[in-house]
């Protein structure tokens, strides 16, 4: 199994906190330079503390870009330089009924979630098929194929991922480059802790039961029946951005825990 990443270097969206983070972390332990992404300076420059206390032989840097604003794009994308891997992982959510969703929400979710994956890789693909290297990874969701009513914009988002990655790794078609997709189930990020928490707080229940009464209710197809760890979707993430993940390209690959369903 080949994961060295030296010489190689990331740019992570979103990557202040959570799955972007564990990725970034991961990379940079595996000797990958990375750049990490937040919307304020003081969130990138927390997390970069973090890094180093916790990876203190990473190479990094950080880039503020919020991407629901398209001239910090712009900006971000003059600074970013040459990058060999790219993860699309930023992304939000608005927990809304569909009849009460407005235009404004499903823009934004429309905006961050797809169309900072359709600008940066825009801008970096080109340059990975000229070094006849590189990789791309969309972070998608479980919600791509659930489509749970109450975060219906979310999903539509999540689902355009899939097609998005899928007909952008045609064009990587004879070369080294790889463009796929990971879905992560439930995982338990600080966002999934506070709604665990103040469920709990809210019904008198442990965490515990929230978490159980959670997976029978609203994930009864999941296997596992638990929040996945960040860590256990930023393994599965470094594999597929690996030299050993060479032959795997237009791929979407679940990592939820059985969540979905189905044979395929
Ligand atoms: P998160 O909500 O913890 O946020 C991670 C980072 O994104 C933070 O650093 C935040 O500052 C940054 N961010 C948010 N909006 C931004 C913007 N407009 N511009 C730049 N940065 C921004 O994220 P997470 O829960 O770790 O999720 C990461 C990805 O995984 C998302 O695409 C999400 O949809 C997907 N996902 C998450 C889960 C889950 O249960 N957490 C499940 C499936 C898929």
Known sequence: MNLDFRRQKAFISGSTSGIGYAIAKSLASLGCEVVLNGRTQESVDNALVKLQEEVPEAKYSGLVC??????????????LGKIDILINNVGIYNDQDFFKTSDD?????????????????????????????????????????LTPSNLLAYSVTKTALLGLSKGLSGLTKGSK?????????????????NFLEAVAQKTGQSIEQV?????????????????????????????????????????????????VGGLF
Do not use: H
């Open 105 to 145: 929400s499903w823009n934004e979710q429309w905006e961050v979630n797809v169309m900072s994956g359709v600008r940066l890789s825009r801008a970096l693909l080109t340059s990975m098929m000229k070094k006849d290297y590189g990789r791309i990874l969309f972070i998608s969701s479980e919600c791509a194929v």
């Open 177 to 193: 480059v790889t463009v796929n997709t990971l879905l992560p189930g439930s995982t338990l990020t600080d966002g999934a802790q």
């Open 211 to 259: 978490e159980k009464e959670f997976f029978k209710t609203d994930r009864p197809n999941s296997l596992i029946q638990r929040f996945e760890t960040v860590q256990e979707i930023a393994d599965a993430a470094v594999f597929l951005c690996s030299p050993s993940a060479s032959a795997i390209n237009g791929t979407a690959l679940r990592v939820d825990g059985g969540s």
């Open 66 to 79: 919020d991407f629901a604003d398209t001239s910090q794009i712009d900006a971000l994308l003059e600074d």
